[in-house]
């Protein structure tokens, strides 16, 4: 019978977990024991998806099923531990492509059975929030946390592991997203928040775009208008028959699109009165923006809590971390865990199991 739970002590020091991701084209496995990562493993089908300019579902579903039980193997090779001493198998249950997810969650689960370990089910926007501790290890909220990812953008505050206030938040598409479609506009192969970042190495921020809320809009932001500003430029210039640059144009796009994420987590800081940023996200592994928060941190002597870049984007390491913040608390899933497309930005399943309390 499935009972992992009499014998469970959450307050055991440095607990090993182990986190299963695959919401989207990566399909990742790590170990963490406590805060320190014992292996990462990442099988990305990105170079196929970019055959097709974008994540092809059932391409993505395929791959992870593929690879699932090998990268999970690897992680627990890599980390020199047997899967007896894993003490609770983490997953992402949500948000994400449901085939993908699936997948993920089908594989913990029958592992958690087959093993008698406890399940955890990870948000996988809460796993991004996480991965700054892994990178700092004394990290301790309250503190505000710039989210931005491919679905979503947000300025969140930290009051405690668990508790996030939204302060804001896109009103349409994501940073990530808009990174993906200005590339597109630009030519640039999936995925594009890199092919920009490079592309923008060779150029000038010489091309006039809105100006996106800046000192307005509270902490809320709109990158649609930005994305359809890029598109107009250029389809101008086509119709007209004028050369542009496509270099300029990616770094007069960088530029808007990140300085107002810079700003508005700087005026999060004072309001909040904190004194540490952290960051979560695959634009997270963006130069500029890296650069832009580090010397605006230093200005204000401003602790920068900045994930390493593979820590940025997708990664298993970062839903073991929240993983080993549910467990922590004593939250845990059962068997009937099932994947979900959407969820609410920060929501757990999670509920207080026996040796929880
Ligand atoms: O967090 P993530 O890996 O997946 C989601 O949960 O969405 O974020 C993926 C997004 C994509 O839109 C990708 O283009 C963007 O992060 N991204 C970047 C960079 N690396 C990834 N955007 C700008 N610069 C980068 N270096
Ligand atoms: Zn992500």
Known sequence: MYNPFDNLDINKESPIILGIESSCDETAAAVIRGREVLSD???SSATIQALYGGVVPEIASRAHTD?????????????????????????TYGAGLLGALLVGVSFAKSLAYALNKPLIAVNHI?????????TDKTLKPPFVTLLCSGGHTAILYAKNQTEFEILGATLDDAVGEAFDKVARVLGLKYPGG??????????????????MFKGGGGYNFSYSGLKTAVINYCHTKEQKGEAYSKADVACSFQKAAIDVLVEKTMEAVKEK???????????????????SLKSA??????????????????NASMIAAEGLIQFQNGNFADMSLNAKASIPLTTT???????GV
């Open 194 to 211: 890199p092919n920009i970042e490079n592309c923008a190495k060779e150029g000038v921020a010489n091309v006039t775009l809105p100006k």
């Open 297 to 314: 941190c230093e200005k204000k002597r401003i602790k920068l809590v900045l994930p390493e870049k593979r820590f940025c984007t997708d």
């Open 67 to 91: 690879e699932i039980a090998k990268v999970v193997e690897r992680a627990v090779q890599n980390a020199g531990i047997t899967y007896q001493d894993i003490d609770a198998i983490a997953v």
């Open 273 to 291: 009165r904190v004194d540490t940023v952290t960051v979560g996200g695959g634009v997270g592994a963006n130069t500029y923006l890296r650069e």
């Open 349 to 355: 399943l999670n509920v207080p199991k026996k040796g």
């Open 41 to 43: 493993e990442i099988a």
């Open 126 to 134: 809460r796993g991004h929030l996480a991965a700054s501790y892994l």
